[in-house]
Structures are given as structure tokens and as C-alpha cells.
């Protein structure tokens, strides 16, 4: 399946260029991208979808994909998440500092016992489905976008 890679590839690359990301950056992004443990629970190609997505077109079809996708798969543990935590933060520091306001300093432990503990409350929550008379709807959050 040569299709997959080099799909994701082209996101992480357009998805560098849109946003001035570094080599050093873009060589994590791909290196995450292609992470199987990774891929199962979070699908970063689904985000790098909703993100580099055309403009003048609607993101929901993207976003409801993801969503699909996620909640088929399994949770990410909290080692996947620690994993996350520091291939973003080694091969992005200045990105990853950038998150912060006015020169505050991002705790990087903090962010990930943060993300661990957001990250199933937050799952559960987009995965819900609304079940009337027999029959599955989406979620009702999902829909109001």
C-alpha cells in the first residue's frame, strides 16, 4: 500500500509549508504520522486532513471521518500519549513553545499528564452516540458544527 504513505506524507508537507514548521519538526510529524499504536487510537492522518483541507469547502466531512475513525479504534494508552508528548516536543521545540503566551514557558510534563487526563473524558464524549427507538444517531454535539 504505497498510497497511504505517501498521502500522509503530502499532508505533513503541505501542513509544513502552511505554517512555517521546521525539517526537524516535519521529520517528527512524519515519524508520528506513521506511529501503528498511534494510528490505531488517534488517526493523526484524519487530522492532518481536517487541517490542510481546502478552504472554500466545509470541514465537517473530514472531521466526521476522523471522529469515525477514532471511535472504531481502541483508546491511545497512556505510554502512546507519553510517546506523542516527546517526539512533539524533541523534534518541535520551538513549535512547541510557541504554544505558549507571551514567552510563558510550556511545561512539557504538565502538558502530558494534562492530555492523559482530558484525553478519555474528551473521547468518550465526541464517541457518544444517541440511541432513540432502536436507532443510532450521530452525536448530537458533532452535528451542531
Known sequence: MMILPLTVFAFVAAFAAAYNITRECTSALIGIAFNQELNACL?????????????????????????????????CSNATIDALV???TAGCPNEVQALGEDGIQV???????????VYPVMRQAMCLKVYVYGSTLPNPCLLAW
Open 86 to 88: 516527546a517526539n512533539l
Open 43 to 75: 488517526n493523526p492522518a484524519g487530522i492532518l486532513a481536517i487541517i490542510t483541507g481546502n478552504s472554500s469547502t466545509s470541514a465537517l466531512p473530514a472531521f466526521d471521518r476522523w471522529v469515525s475513525n477514532v471511535c472504531a479504534g481502541p483508546m
Open 107 to 117: 511545561n512539557l510534563t504538565s502538558l502530558a499528564d494534562s492530555i492523559k487526563r
